[in-house]
């Protein structure tokens, strides 16, 4: 079993479709992480969940919502989502609380194309 | 400025070579730095983290300048399976905010 499972690994929706990404983690972590990475750009920080409390939007629109029920899941909710949206979006999780921080593990993506 | 920058190369070296790569970042009261590898279309994988003595493991070593507020990746006797995307992560605010630089490309050949 992997520390951290995203599903689906591919999708394609309309622009009109509402879809949800699912990711969990098992490795006992506090926080979790939900990156875009689109072709040839660097990894952008969408939303970090700290204890389940939302601490980190960067301007992300709000057609993604995510959702954390608990400290082992994170789901990135989608609708009326752009042609521009296609990109991997990768699910990470770290141990948190300290001023230090540790290294944050990822899933293995879902592949988004939107058409 | 950027939060953290790279050099996106790419860096094209010959098995065997020695190659080094420098990461800056802007935050002064940064805390924790990795260094990640991403091959393509994978997510990115932990390589090692980086600490203010610096650390090695086996053909990498990681160091930290603090004053200056850069990283670094030194890679010895590359391999051709070294070749990937190289990821400098810094945890920019009290172990809630990693950010990834833009990576920078290593191709080896033979």
């Known amino acids: 079993e992997t520390g951290v499972t995203q599903t689906p690994r591919h999708l394609v929706m309309g622009m009109t479709n509402k879809k949800s990404l699912k990711c969990e983690q098992h490795l006992g972590h506090n926080a979790m992480y939900w990156y875009k990475q689109s072709a040839k750009k660097p990894l952008e920080l969408m939303f970090v969940y700290s204890l389940e409390e939302r601490v980190e939007n960067n301007s992300v629109p709000s057609r993604f919502s995510p959702e954390c029920p608990n400290s082992s899941h994170l789901f990135l909710h989608l609708h009326t989502l752009q042609p521009e949206d296609s990109a991997l979006y990768l699910c990470a999780s770290s141990q948190q609380g300290s001023d230090r921080g540790t290294e944050a593990f990822f899933g293995q993506g879902t592949r988004l194309t939107v058409v | 400025r950027k939060e953290v920058e790279q050099d996106p190369g790419p860096f094209n070296v010959p098995e065997g070579a020695t190659v080094a790569f420098n990461c800056t970042y802007s935050n002064s009261a940064s805390q924790s730095f990795f260094w990640y590898r991403q091959d393509c279309r994978k997510e990115p994988k932990l390589l090692m983290s980086?600490?203010?003595s610096g650390n090695e493991d086996g053909r990498f070593t990681a160091q930290l300048n603090r004053a200056s507020q850069y990283i670094s990746l030194l890679i010895r006797d590359s391999k051709l399976s070294d070749s990937a995307t190289y990821l400098c992560?810094?945890?920019?605010?009290?172990?809630?905010?990693?950010?990834f630089g833009a990576g920078t490309i290593l191709r080896v050949k033979s």
């Open positions: 992560v810094v945890n920019m605010e009290y172990g809630n905010k990693l950010v």
């Open positions: 980086v600490y203010s």
